[in-house]
């Protein structure tokens, strides 16, 4: 049950006179707290009950998705400067520190924030690790290359006036990729007397289907589509036209894969069983058979979009978890759109080609997997090279009294992760949504993928000047091939150990 108002003003005002210690709370008891009704956040160790500012939350469903846990590298990534400076002033905490950056007087903060502020968290003893932290890092919330970013690019924008989280050109290319998505669908089952034309009219299906993913939904689920929130949304749940769950992607991408880049049992884009049909990283479990992996990977990465709209999304529904990220209750609303997301792709994409077309069932078939196919490997691909290669890093945790911790920074993480291609291409951005700036991403998942050329310079040289490398691929032909010689590398990895050992 969430605290009253009377219960939540007394521990933030005993907190904010300096005199009484303010009050303590357990991670099982924070975790208690972890839905829509009922949602305690911790943010740099202390605690806040935030479930009255839910319903009012400018980004919708962000403020829960990971409800009773700690969300500190979510609110860092996705507030501006200003919000965190109001917050850390207002709790009088240390950390306040934004080179040269004001704190400005705000009466809704002065007013509101000490009712949200209920105590802070009380650390473990011994060996037991902390169950609703994940992963700390060091510097957490104060890391002075994140911070000296963040202020630059934020200025940067203040410059030029223009809002990060919305760029123009993406509502031209949101109409064009769902009417050219709608168009090679009607073709595929319906339009063309030939098979073999059909077929071509799958292939762009399956590419318009992988461009609502990049182009379109992924900037909505990160917030960073438009500033009327109900437009965002209702873009953001386009996944679900395509037959994936935007519920469930939120949770594996944005709460697990941003929160914890390359970081084998937290990262679940990298999750593997054991055995498993990939190694992707010196962490995971090897078989012999992982030495050819970087030849039987490529073709089966098109099989990733059907696992994901027919097998992914229920798995995690039954079982409640995506790799480590567990999967909260979800609303109403969210469940509506899962359920009625998967009966109308299910709907369009079986039921009407079966009654409608001219095809026989086993035409209707090919068509579909040809098009899931396509779709499976321009999405695989394009995300593939940004983590899952040569250049990037796979952090290793530690547990340090208590805590699992990495021996960096959050946003230096980012950067040692990840890696860019063909930046200098226009084209590229638009095709890959943006992916090929996959740095900037990273580091400002809330910014419009349109706005990253302009930061570019900015993060490149921010990232110089702390001597974090900043890498990039010339193109996209470099980037695959480091790939694919990572797949090889860490397929090998064990053997050639063993014969040099």
Known sequence: MAMNKTQVGTYATSNFGGEEKPTRFGYETIRRHCKPGDC?????????????????????????????????????SYHPLWVRCRMLYLLKCSKCKVHGHSIYSLSWFREKLPRYYIGEVEE???????????????????????????????????RLKVNPRVHPHMFIKSIIVLAGYILCYYLTFFGLPSFWFSLLFAVATGFMAAEVGLSIQHDANHGAYSNIPKLGYLMSVSLDFIGASSFMWRHQHVVGHHSFTNV???????????????????????????????????????LLALKGVLIDDFVAFISGSIGSIEIPEMTSLESYIFWGGKLLYALYMFVLPAVFSNYNTLAIVCLYIVMELVAGWVLAFLFQVAHVVEAASFPTVVPVNGSLRVPNGWAALQVSTTVNFSTDSMLWTHLSGGLNF??????????????????????KATCSEFNLPYKCYPNLWHALRAHFAHLKKVGLYDFEFRLNG
């Open 40 to 76: 305690w956040l911790i943010i740099w160790g202390k605690v806040y009950d935030v479930t009255s500012w839910v319903p009012h939350h400018p980004g919708g469903s962000f403020i829960y998705m990971r409800a009773g846990q700690d969300v500190t590298q979510l609110f860092d």
């Open 124 to 158: 473990s003893s011994g060996d037991q690790l902390k169950p609703c932290t994940g992963i700390e890092y060091d510097a957490a919330g104060q890391e002075d290359f994140y911070l000296t970013l963040k202020q630059r690019v934020e200025a940067h924008f203040m």
């Open 264 to 302: 084998n049992n937290y990262d679940p884009d990298i999750r593997v069983k054991d055995p498993d049909v990939r190694r992707v990283s010196p962490d995971q479990p090897k078989q012999a058979y992982h030495r050819y992996q970087h030849l039987y990977l490529g073709p089966l990465y098109g």
């Open 438 to 459: 996959q740095i900037e991403h990273h580091l400002f998942p809330a910014v419009c993928h349109m706005h990253y050329p302009s930061i570019q310079h900015i993060v």
